[in-house]
């Protein structure tokens, strides 16, 4: 599949990860629904000019995922929704049994858990079917959807118990859809990125960040939101890959 002239959705589109992937993929020649709850998406989107539409929306909700499928779909032209690269989601850290003896909170791993699984399913559902009516392209593709998962489902570090199950599910949905989807031509991915400089990042401490900067076997340092978009753009561009989740992460192993 190309970039030029199809049209993507990104969720998480108003910073990070995901407004890195947005302004790939729009310098690539294509087309961009960025889809964010903060208001800032709809100045990214401005920011890229009259390939990018943007659409105010929860990942959870099906009302808002269906709208901003629709945009997508009529800023196509025709041709309908070709890719989502979904990287809305949040961080967590919360032990199981805190100092001072409390329980974990059950109403902060369901939020987790609804965010970053429940929501990454809730994109799925209805961006497959909005690629399954595509007029098939080169070996019969109709679509891409690239997931973001965490290095964390395979290595969570003390007090991820819900981010890791989160991502972990992202994972775990992976290979399954890839199966399911093949039928409509449509290809299922997933990134599992290490540490990057993304906003997420900045809500630790810096020595917490420096140290895991340090952590990072080469390069020694974050990861930069444009390297992830730009193995998004290879997803995209590269028909064989399907049904696998990509580390992304320098080679870091959490402790």
């Not at 109709?142 to 965490?150: E, F, L, Q, W």
């Not at 093949?182 to 809500?203: K, Q, W």
């Amino acid at each position: 599949m190309n970039v030029k002239d199809n049209t993507f959705l990104i969720t998480g589109a108003a910073s990070g990860l995901g407004a890195a992937t947005a302004e790939r993929l729009v310098a690539g020649g294509g087309r961009v629904v960025l889809c964010d709850l903060s208001d800032a998406v709809e100045a990214h989107a401005e920011t890229l000019g009259e390939a990018a539409r943007a659409v105010r929306g929860d990942v959870t909700s099906g009302d808002d995922i269906q709208a901003a499928v629709d945009a997508a779909v009529a800023l196509s032209e025709g041709r309908g929704l070709a890719g989502v690269v979904h990287c809305a989601g949040v961080v967590s850290v919360g032990k199981l049994v805190d100092r001072e003896g409390n329980p974990a909170d059950l109403d902060a791993y369901n939020r987790t858990v609804q965010i970053n699984l429940v929501g990454t399913f809730n994109v799925m559902r209805l961006a497959a079917a909005a690629m399954a009516k595509n007029a098939p392209g080169e070996d019969g593709e109709r679509g891409v959807i690239i997931n973001t998962a965490s290095v964390a489902a395979f290595d969570g570090q003390v007090g991820q118990c819900a981010y890791s199950a989160s991502k972990a599910g992202v994972v775990g949905m992976s290979l399954p859809a890839a199966r399911e989807l093949s039928r409509h031509g449509v290809r299922v991915m997933a990134i599992a990125p290490g540490v990057f400089e993304t906003p997420m990042m900045s809500e630790i401490p810096d020595e917490a960040a420096q140290a895991l900067a340090a952590a990072v076997p080469f390069p020694k340092r974050l990861g930069k939101p444009a390297e992830f978009a730009r193995l998004a753009e290879q997803i995209v561009t590269n028909p064989m890959l399907n049904g696998e989740v990509i580390r992304l992460d320098g080679g870091i192993r959490m402790q």
